[in-house]
């Protein structure tokens, strides 16, 4: 076999492993700013994230505990979601705002309406079209 057609077995340096609870609970210390900023009601939040609200009670007052691959899955979304807002837009209050303004692109609904029907792909939806927007694929 040739070196590029070899198949390893062991991790590639490029290909990062799965989050540890420790990033887990970093991003969801970066979510809950990014609320803020947002504008998100701790309702939106803890539907943005697919919890309970007194789960997310419980996370927001420092104790998050384990977070499933979804959860994580999910706080990778948002900052997806902040990281290609920063790029599109210099001034982070206009892409704070964009959130919540209504676009063409969803049917005249804001992201946080799309983001906000709870399903994973409803987050993947916003960040696709922004990754586009940006140029980012």
């Given at each position: 076999?040739?070196?590029?057609?070899?198949?390893?077995?062991?991790?590639?340096?490029?290909?990062?492993?799965?989050?540890?609870?420790?990033?887990g609970?970093?991003?969801?210390?970066?979510?809950?700013n990014?609320?803020?900023?947002?504008?998100?009601?701790?309702?939106?939040?803890?539907r943005l994230?697919?919890?309970?609200?007194?789960?997310?009670?419980?996370?927001?007052?420092?104790?998050?505990?384990?977070?499933?691959?979804d959860?994580?899955?999910?706080?990778?979304?948002?900052?997806?979601?902040?990281?290609?807002?920063?790029?599109?837009?210099?001034?982070?209050?206009?892409?704070?705002?964009?959130?919540?303004?209504?676009?063409?692109?969803?049917?005249?609904?804001?992201?946080?309406?799309?983001?906000?029907?709870?399903?994973?792909?409803?987050?993947?939806?916003?960040?696709?079209?922004?990754?586009?927007?940006?140029?980012?694929?």
């Amino acid at each position: 076999m040739t070196a590029l057609t070899r198949v390893d077995t062991e991790a590639s340096p490029f290909s990062p492993g799965p989050l540890s609870d420790a990033e887990g609970a970093a991003m969801f210390r970066a979510a809950l700013n990014l609320f803020r900023l947002w504008g998100v009601t701790d309702d939106q939040a803890a539907r943005l994230l697919d919890l309970p609200g007194r789960t997310f009670a419980r996370w927001k007052a420092g104790d998050p505990g384990r977070i499933g691959r979804d959860g994580k899955a999910r706080l990778s979304n948002l900052m997806g979601i902040h990281k290609a807002l920063r790029i599109i837009f210099q001034e982070g209050p206009r892409g704070y705002a964009w959130i919540k303004a209504p676009n063409e692109a969803f049917g005249e609904r804001s992201a946080l309406e799309v983001m906000l029907g709870g399903e994973m792909t409803d987050l993947m939806r916003v960040r696709r079209y922004l990754d586009a927007e940006r140029g980012g694929w």
